[in-house]
């Protein structure tokens, strides 16, 4: 399978490979079975609708998650719709993953982590931080 627009292609080929290639900047090659979540959101403001794929490599040395996301224009977004319903067809992938799937604890990441890849943060930074954790706690939806 294979979508193709002038500077971008995305292909999933039989062995299961899964590309992405931005053909003036970069491409990411993965696995289709490593795709836990596919969503094709609606139009912005801007007239683009958006692609996300949840790439997600729970088990090995380094377990992680990479998200990527593709800007669709709106003459392709038919064309769009129609691949991402053959890839969860075909590949059981959900729009959403399942209950518990990808619950994981908000955490900070401390200072002296290796983790941590940004200055410290301004005290508004610090004062939006708190604010936003106080209220994903108190979410019950």
Known sequence: MRFDWPDFTLECREDDGLLFVWRRYSGIESNVRHC??????PQGSDGLSQWIFHLRFPEGPTPGLLVIR???PADRLQEAQDFTDLLRRRY??????PDGAEDEELRRVPLDEPEWIAAPAS???????????????GDTG
């Open 92 to 97: 059981d992938i959900p729009e959403q993953a």
């Open 123 to 137: 005290n508004a930074s610090e004062e939006l931080f708190t604010t936003v954790m106080a209220r994903a706690e």
């Open 36 to 41: 836990t979540r596919l969503r094709l959101l």
């Open 70 to 72: 593709v800007d669709v």
